[in-house]
């Protein structure tokens, strides 16, 4: 566990290091911030009741490039400079690689949903606000994060070039949210049942809600192992070659 300490702090500090992070959150939070306030509040005085619905939505979206941008480099990078091969020859497994990497993505996204706090503080204060969506939304957007990260680094332990491990990304991602979602208005019975459990637009839908359902949490932290093991395997097969 402290090899993986060690690396997450590693990276965080990368992350600061450089203009990256400072650049990702002030993009992520003028996008969310935006939306927010310009169209999500609009109608509080009409309905009554006051909501970050559309803060959970655009920052679902947002997230869908953030990470990808974030995770892009985090191996790919150290591939092509040598500096993995550097990291491999101390004491710690490619497993404790990724973990060190995956905590540290997902600590900048946590950081990043940190600073939109005062949304929710100052949205409460507008009308009536269902604080148990609120929070669940929140979480909901942590749980897809974590999807998202294991996806990145898997996709960034593929290649030495950043874009391309950026696109890679991309295109693993519009499956579980884009074409699954769109498949089961074509497909019958039991298949579109399938498909849309496998759709992860819905389960975060449904976590927006309110309702933390079962289901929608394994599947999310299946999607979550199956990514992280994904890229160790990657990593390994450096040394089989």
Known sequence: MH????????EVNAFFDSLTAYV????????????????????IFFVGEASLDVFFQVSF??????????????????????????????PVSDLQIVAGKWLAALGLVAIALAFTLPYYVT??????IDHGATISGYIGLLLVSAVYVSIG??????TTNQIVAFLSSL?????????????????????????GFLDLQGHFRTLSRGVIDTASVLYVA???????????????SRSWH
């Open 123 to 128: 949205v409460a204060q507008l009308g009536p």
């Open 171 to 195: 295109f693993i991602a519009v499956f579980l949210h884009l074409l699954f979602g769109q498949m089961t208005s074509i497909l019958p019975g039991l298949a579109a049942d399938i498909v």
């Open 61 to 90: 979206w947002t997230l869908f490039f953030f990470i990808p941008a974030v995770t892009m480099g985090m191996i790919a990078e150290e591939r092509r400079s040598g500096t993995l091969e550097i990291l491999a020859t101390k």
């Open 24 to 43: 990702l959150l002030v993009i992520f939070l003028g996008l969310s911030g935006t939306f927010t306030w310009l169209f999500g509040q609009g109608d």
């Open 3 to 10: 090899a993986v300490w060690t690396i997450c702090k590693r």
């Open 153 to 158: 680094l898997f996709a960034s332990s593929l």
């Open 222 to 236: 299946t999607l979550t192992v199956v990514g992280a093991l994904a890229a160790t395997v990657s990593l390994k």
